[in-house]
């Protein structure tokens, strides 16, 4: 099993950045392909970007790309999201999640673990 611990979010106007991290103790961490998800009030939950087990590949939803990097470094046990020209629609809880799968999902189903979320605020 693996713990995921989310950080890093916060209040920002629009076009700051932030960057969150996910710290995961537990099983090897680079055994694990992760995820990072996001919840508005009143949405449903929705995909935001994936890494592969080496940090290899990375994916992301085309509301994102461009402006949010996915990284981890496995050394440290940690997955960070990198967030700049924030806007007021990226506002919501975000959430690190991981699996053990080959492959990188956009699949929420797919993930085992998560994290109890962070809250980023963007202002207008």
């Known amino acids: 099993q693996v713990q995921l611990v989310e950080s890093g979010g916060g209040l920002v106007q629009a076009g700051g950045s932030l960057r969150l991290s996910c710290a995961a103790s537990?099983?090897?961490?680079?055994?694990?392909?992760m995820g990072w998800f996001r919840q508005a009030p009143g949405k449903e939950r929705e995909f935001v970007a994936a890494?592969?087990?080496?940090?290899?590949?990375?994916y992301y939803a085309d509301s994102v790309k461009g402006r949010f990097t996915f990284s981890r470094d496995n050394a440290k046990n940690t997955a960070y999201l990198q967030m700049n020209s924030l806007k007021p629609e990226d506002t919501a809880v975000y959430y690190c999640?991981?699996?053990?799968?080959?492959?990188?999902?956009?699949?929420?189903?797919?993930?085992?673990?998560w994290g109890q979320g962070t809250q980023v605020t963007v202002s207008s």
């Open positions: 999640a991981a699996h053990t799968r080959v492959f990188i999902t956009t699949q929420s189903f797919a993930y085992d673990y």
């Open positions: 537990g099983r090897t961490f680079s055994s694990y392909a």
């Open positions: 890494i592969s087990r080496s940090g290899g590949n990375t």
